[in-house]
Nanobody
């Protein structure tokens, strides 16, 4: 049974840092890409970052230079290290997975419709 479990959310002051974890079970990261998405109140879900086992990573323009995505194959976990957080980073952050065999082209990385499996999400609130 495929399962994604996020952790690491919480309340942080502007300028602060948080690290989110996405623990995968039921499959190995070697065959999948993992992405982080977020959804703020009243807004559509948007892609934040994507990672695959080759070390390839993609970032949305609004987090480049502030967020870093990386994986630990031994723990079957993907992390999102967030720094210089801003109030507009507030939202529910979810990780999602897609089998790499199902991907083609270069438009799928941060498109939520591309992804098959989803975690429940974790709340991030950036506020003073």
């Amino acid at each position: 049974q495929v399962q994604l479990v996020e952790s690491g959310g919480g309340l942080v002051q502007p300028g602060g840092s948080l690290r989110l974890s996405c623990a995968a079970s039921g499959f190995t990261l070697n065959n999948y890409a993992i992405a982080w998405f977020r959804q703020a109140p009243g807004k559509e879900r948007e892609g934040v970052s994507c990672f695959d086992h080759s070390g390839s990573s993609k970032y949305a323009h609004f987090v480049k230079g502030r967020f870093t995505i990386f994986g630990d194959n031994a723990k079957n976990t993907v992390y999102l290290q967030m720094s210089s957080l801003k109030p507009e980073d507030t939202g529910i952050y979810s990780c999602a997975a897609i089998n790499l065999l199902l991907t083609s082209g270069d438009t799928w990385y941060l498109d939520p419709d591309s992804y098959t499996y989803w975690g429940q999400g974790t709340q991030i609130t950036v506020s003073s």
